[in-house]
């Protein structure tokens, strides 16, 4: 599971989080070129259900959710630290990342 980004909100007690599902072989066709993968988004309550959307974004798309996302208030947490958030957020992360796995 290759998370790219996973942040906290404290003031709202609020998760967001992207995880790359997919990569796309670079062609050199002007479609897919540009393509860097799908990826999974999740958001919701820290101790709540998690929303989910998946969705092919580039790079650039990735990087602008982010920075969208800290400039809201979401502290980056890194992979290692997931569970100080709450003791069962790996769980549920990964609970989502198979769901959504059978999706595509």
């Known amino acids: 599971m290759d998370i790219i980004y996973f942040g906290w909100n404290r003031d709202t007690d609020r998760v967001w ?3 790359q599902l997919k990569a796309y072989e670079i062609t050199g ?3 897919t070129w540009n393509k860097i993968g799908q ?8 101790d709540g259900r998690f929303t989910t959307k998946i969705t092919d974004y580039t790079r650039d798309e990735v990087e602008s959710l982010i920075e969208t996302r800290r400039n809201d208030k979401y502290i980056r947490i ?3 630290l997931i569970d100080l958030v709450h003791a069962d957020m790996p769980k549920k992360i990964d609970r989502v990342y198979v769901t959504s796995l059978l999706k595509i």
């Open 39 to 46: 990826y999974l988004t999740f958001w919701g309550k820290r």
């Open 29 to 31: 066709y002007v479609y």
């Open 78 to 80: 890194d992979k290692r």
């Open 17 to 19: 989080g992207a995880i």
